[in-house]
T-cell receptor
Framework: NAGVTQTPKFQVLKTGQSMTLQCAQDMNHEYMSWYRQDPGMGLRLIHYSVGAGITDQGEVPNGYNVSRSTTEDFPLRLLSAAPSQTSVYFC????????????FGPGTRLTVL | DQQVKQNSPSLSVQEGRISILNCDYTNSMFDYFLWYKKYPAEGPTFLISISSIKDKNEDGRFTVFLNKSAKHLSLHIVPSQPGDSAVYFCAAYNFNKFYFGSGTKLNVKP
């Protein structure tokens, strides 16, 4: 049981490049989410999904796309990277939306030059 | 504007004493609250939670208190241990979304 896995661990992009951050969980969790962590800001919700085929926006969705074609996977796409997207990104999952603890992945540290 | 605030960026406590971490929120619709602990270069891990219908929840050395009228949440760690040194985030939930505070870095001195 690997829990929540994220790849890559580190990534450097140039402004305007696109990329996909991968997230997978093997706990059959319905709820999955993406956060970014910036100094002094805590974790801010980017997008979330309450089940396969269902996604919605969080606090800071601009510049990011998500899809949920399977229960296990929830990739985050950066369409055209900007320096403001330099951050640490965390994926999380929980058994159902809301009243459950979330399990977090180890994070992806992204730098946009 | 942040809906969940942790106004103390850091806290230093002697081993064996009590650590009290505080959290304030603005949205009265929040109905579930959680605390997470985070070590460097790792993802946050769940510590303890409380529903808005309760005012206290205990789990071993960790107790969370909720004061809904004041929109205030606190985490008590008794006794504090050096292994508790980490960043602590409070989070609040409403309608499929979690909102996190900015974190408090706890240092427990041996």
């Amino acid at each position: 049981n690997a829990g929540v896995t994220q790849t890559p661990k580190f990534q450097v992009l140039k402004t305007g490049q696109s990329m996909t951050l991968q997230c997978a969980q093997d706990m059959n969790h319905e709820y999955m989410s993406w956060y970014r962590q910036d100094p002094g800001m805590g974790l801010r919700l980017i997008h979330y999904s309450v089940g396969a085929g269902i996604t919605d926006q969080g606090e800071v969705p601009n510049g990011y796309n998500v899809s949920r074609s399977t229960t296990e996977d929830f990739p985050l796409r950066l369409l055209s990277a900007a320096p403001s997207q330099t951050s640490v990104y965390f994926c999380a999952s929980s058994a159902s939306s809301g009243y459950n603890e979330q399990f977090f992945g180890p994070g992806t540290r992204l730098t946009v030059l | 504007d942040q809906q969940v605030k942790q106004n103390s960026p850091s806290l230093s406590v002697q081993e064996g004493r009590i650590s009290i971490l505080n959290c304030d929120y603005t949205n009265s619709m929040f109905d579930y609250f959680l605390w997470y602990k985070k070590y460097p270069a790792e993802g946050p891990t769940f510590l303890i939670s409380i529903s808005s219908i309760k005012d206290k929840n205990e789990d071993g050395r960790f107790t969370v208190f909720l004061n809904k009228s004041a929109k205030h949440l606190s985490l008590h760690i008794v006794p504090s241990q050096p292994g508790d040194s980490a960043v602590y985030f409070c989070a609040a939930y409403n309608f499929n979304k979690f909102y996190f505070g900015s974190g408090t870095k706890l240092n427990v001195k041996p």
